[in-house]
């Protein structure tokens, strides 16, 4: 048995320890609310793509030992939204674990995920060609499933494997909506609001919260933090029209490797790699909106490494707390508005 094997058992028995004592806790209710008792929500604002990445990921050694095509698919590649990290990832773990235990050494686990074009939803489908999958991981995942406010689906074919579809809400009003209905709070992890200022660039107010102000972070008393930061702006400022500068490579420009340049800029802005690179995107296209407000939204979109304007949008609301059109056509009002004083 390898070693990779024997990790893989093992996550496979915690999450089915989980499982039961989440069976037990719901068969001691009458009734399962959609907080299913003590159970409730830990909701933060996160890149929901990327973390759907990282956990699917996390099952490519196993397949690639037993023989499984495995392949994850998102689109877009990232997109802000509210949900529990924890729920959602013990979600794929055991709907994934319960496919791959199974699935023969020939097999396929094709995982797609996609939004809608309000971005308010996301869709995860799963399919494979093995056997039917078990029903209690699969219970359990309708359980935290159902506690997103969400819908979740199975269905299985003779001979041609499983088909799972999930559909869950990723705006914050769909969870203060329940609030409102059902009088119960999730818990919300909601960091206060910061001021940005990286050198470099000219960074006005945001709107988004998140972690450490970098005003703070850039005090004489932490140099070296200050440089690694300023390292890390002029990668980004350097890529700024490279829609695909991943972490990878930014990790590679820094000398370092994904994990230690996501946990130093973790640590040092409360901010993961992709919200850091964003909001920095960001930024530098309220730069350029200040300096030609007459560029088109689309314009700066692709100026800045976007390559949808439409997400370009979503990104831009959730840092800035406006419409990108909103906020240029605020800056063309007061540049008409300095031409009219200098006539």
């Given amino acids: 048995m390898t070693f990779i094997n024997i990790i893989f058992i093992t996550i496979i028995l915690l999450l089915t320890a989980y499982c039961a004592k989440l069976k037990l806790r719901q068969a001691d209710s009458e009734s399962i609310s959609p907080h299913f008792g003590e159970t409730k929500l830990n909701v933060s604002n996160n890149d929901v793509m990327q973390h759907i990445r990282e956990i699917t990921n996390a ?33 794929l773990l055991l709907l994934i674990a319960d496919m791959a235990k199974d699935t023969p050494s020939d097999g396929r686990i094709i995982v797609n995920v996609n939004s809608n074009s309000s971005y308010d939803k996301v869709f995860i489908y799963i399919h494979d060609n093995g056997p039917k999958i078990g029903n209690m991981g ?65 960074l006005p107010l945001p709107h988004e919260a998140g972690g450490n102000s970098l005003e703070a972070i850039f005090s004489p008393q932490q140099s070296a933090d200050q440089e690694y930061l300023q390292r890390a702006v002029r990668c980004i400022n350097e890529h700024i029209m490279d829609s695909d500068y991943d972490r990878e490579t930014f990790a590679a420009d820094m000398g370092s490797s994904v994990s230690t340049l996501y946990n130093k800029i973790r ?77």
Avoid at 65 to 88: A, L, N, Q, R, Y
Avoid at 296 to 304: E, H
Avoid at 314 to 337: A, C, H, I, W
């Fill in 59 to 91: 099952f490519l050694p196993y397949m690639e030992s037993k023989g499984i095509k495995f392949s994850v698919k998102c689109t877009p590649e990232g997109m802000m939204g509210w949900i529990d990290t924890d729920k959602i990832g013990k979600t």
């Fill in 138 to 202: 699969y219970s359990i995942a309708q359980y935290f499933v159902h506690l997103h406010q969400g819908k979740i689906s199975s269905s299985y074919y003779e001979g041609q494997g499983n088909s799972l579809a999930i559909e869950i809400p990723i705006t914050k009003n769909a969870f203060q909506a329940i609030t409102s209905a059902e009088g119960a709070t999730p818990a919300f992890n909601i960091p206060n609001n910061i001021e940005l200022h990286v050198p470099s660039i000219d």
């Fill in 267 to 343: 640590s040092l802005t409360g901010k993961n790699i992709t919200n850091f690179v964003r909001d920095i995107r960001i930024r530098t296209a309220c730069r350029l909106a200040k300096e030609n407000p007459d560029l088109r939204v689309s314009d700066i979109a692709y100026q800045v490494g976007f390559k949808d304007p439409k997400y370009f949008a979503t990104s831009f609301k959730r840092v800035m707390g406006v419409q990108p059109k909103e906020y240029f056509n605020d800056l063309r009002g007061v540049k008409e508005e300095q031409k009219d004083k200098e006539v």
